[in-house]
């Protein structure tokens, strides 16, 4: 498709892995597809992406270059750009932009990912996908060895402790403000060796470019070199309003996601979701799968809805005839500039 068109088989909003590998398996599919990039990834603080297998510790700017590269090199196309709002019309759907443009295309992938909500503690943020994360699986080797805390959200927590030990012999859990582990919990904890710092955190330490220690409100400093803890993951903004796409609780107070089926249909048809906005848990090379196979889903959706339409012209030569040349009309009222019709 020229790219001065504005109407696409299929949009795909978010350019992180899962819009991309979208893109890329839709452009090989030799359709029409535009992957639609506010640039926001994110995993855009962490210095690299592991457990990606082949490009375990890529800057998480490299992956998404080469990811663009691969899906324009196929045809598609991949432009930077916010969506702010979504509605359905008869020719599928419309998303507008933050520019003011209108694109149109017959499905839609949403693979913005999600917000995420930090407990208020100082400095914590700012520390966000260096010394202070959430996966073990993504940045558990790195920090191997070293002094961890885990600082409580919820009852999950506990859980986390536990499986950070598989990391690291010193291991810190900072209860804050979430309630005491019961005894079972207390118990595990010990017998592990996992410490337990009661009151609530008012911040984090940082020495030079380095995190060294997590500040009580009662002003004590617990010496430590990386601090995991699980913001809250929430789906929503005005797209999913737009389109009436409910959301639900993944798990209480840790996150809320796009529910949908295994290949990421959404409940509202021609619209499917992929990436952290269907599983908030889900790493890197998980949300590239889960792009894939929804891109595959769509393109599937499209070719039944294209063999209806060539069924049905084939059953009624005249209406396909007539389809035809309103379809030749409408294109050179187009070409002069004769119509606003998109």
Partial sequence: MDDNSSHYDVLVIGGGAAGLSA??????????????DAGEPRNAPAEGVHGFLTRDGVAPAELTAL????VTGYGGTVRSGRAVAARRTARGFAVRTADGDELTARR?????????????????????????FHCPYCHGWEVR???IGVLATGPHAVHQAL????????????LHTSPDPTDEQWERLAARGVAVVDGEVSGVQVTGDALSGVRL?????????????????VAEGPLLDGLGIGTVELAPGVATHVPTDPSGRTAVPGVWAAGNLRDPMATVVASAAS???????VNGDLVEEDTDRAV???????????????????ASERAHGLTGVG
């Fill in 291 to 297: 792009g894939t196979m929804a891109a595959a889903a």
């Fill in 163 to 174: 499986l950070l030990r598989q990391w690291s012999d010193d291991v810190t859990l900072f």
């Fill in 67 to 70: 990811g663009r590269a691969e």
């Fill in 23 to 36: 893109g890329l398996t839709l452009a090989r599919a030799r359709r029409d597809v535009l992957v639609l």
């Fill in 217 to 233: 409100a009662s002003g004590r400093v617990v010496a430590r070199e990386s601090l995991v803890v699980l913001p809250h993951a």
């Fill in 108 to 132: 839609l992938i949403l693979a913005g990912g999600v917000d995420e909500v930090f407990p208020d503690v100082d400095g914590l943020r700012a520390r966000w996908g260096r010394d202070v």
């Fill in 145 to 147: 060895d070293t002094a």
């Fill in 312 to 330: 049905a012209r084939r059953r009624d030569p005249f209406s396909a005839a007539s389809e035809s040349r309103v379809a030749a009309l409408v």
